[in-house]
């Protein structure tokens, strides 16, 4: 990731933050941990729980919500005031919960050099890959991180809704053919621009590193979409996260979600 991107997420930190908390950014997170749970590892012993790597993890939402599930956390982003909201949010957490989690000020290929090969359980890296300049490689440095049978998550933008967005919330045709051609978008918050990926993309790289997609996902199939007054109602937004949850892994909706949520298994060797 370029230094540049670097500074640019790290000052965009306390408006990532409170994204988080608003309907839309807590439907993601919502339905993100909806897809993910079912396939984590249990939590069998809790002196010997689970090891899960979180690259990327920004201000630490799911990492938080991982410690508090029992799993041991290591969250890592390049960014210094993402983890030092994420310490922050910790301070609240019982310290035995608090004591599994660790922060790492990291970017995302620095992992594969800090932690031995096979360490974690599993890995997430969410809405990380389509702002790195060689994102194949990155996940090959991951998987190498993966113990046999580990889980990766990988959630990432769709090509297919970043086209349907640009006409259908900027009314830009001309926007939607570039990103149709290139995938380039950029990424409002932090004035980044992205390449979007298809989920074919992407599940064509795992394949290729040993990993076998075991679901593919949707996040925000709707909530994009929906009059934005709607999302001040609470009610609704407690309907249209029930709703978003019930058709996160069914086609042909999950096909144009606003992020592509993959789940992927890494080979038990024999």
């Given amino acids: 990731m370029m230094m540049d991107a670097e500074g640019r997420f790290g000052q965009g930190a306390g408006a990532w933050a409170h994204y988080n908390r608003m309907p839309l950014g807590r439907i993601r997170g919502e339905v993100t941990w909806h897809n993910l749970a079912r396939h984590l590892p249990a939590v069998t012993d809790s ?18 919500r991982l410690v508090q599930h029992g799993y041991r956390v290591w969250l890592s982003d390049c960014a210094p005031a993402m983890l030092a909201l994420a310490q922050q949010a910790a301070v609240d957490l019982p310290a035995d919960v608090c004591a599994r989690l660790t922060l790492c000020e990291m970017a995302a290929d620095d992992a594969a050099r800090s932690f031995a090969p096979g360490f974690f359980d599993a890995i997430t890296c969410h809405t990380l890959i389509e702002y790195l300049p060689d994102p194949c490689s990155t996940l090959q440095a991951l998987t190498g991180l993966l113990c046999a049978g580990g889980l990766l998550s990988v959630s990432f933008v769709n090509r297919h809704a970043e086209v349907l967005r640009q006409v259908w919330s900027r009314a830009d045709p001309a926007g939607a053919l570039a990103c149709l051609e290139e995938g380039a978008f950029c990424a409002t918050l932090f004035d980044v621009t992205g390449i979007a990926y298809t989920a074919e993309q992407v599940s064509a790289w795992l394949f290729d590193l040993g990993l076998t997609v075991v679901d593919r996902c949707g996040v925000r ?42 789940l992927a298994s890494k080979a038990i060797e024999r």
């Fill in 221 to 262: 199939i709707f909530a994009d979409y929906v009059p934005r007054e709607r999302l001040d109602d609470a009610d609704f937004v407690e309907a249209l996260l029930c709703l978003e949850k019930a058709v996160a892994s069914r086609p042909p909706y999950n096909l144009v979600a606003r992020y592509v949520h993959l």
């Fill in 47 to 64: 002196a010997r729980p689970p090891c899960i790597l979180d690259v990327g993890g920004g201000s630490g939402e799911l990492a938080l």
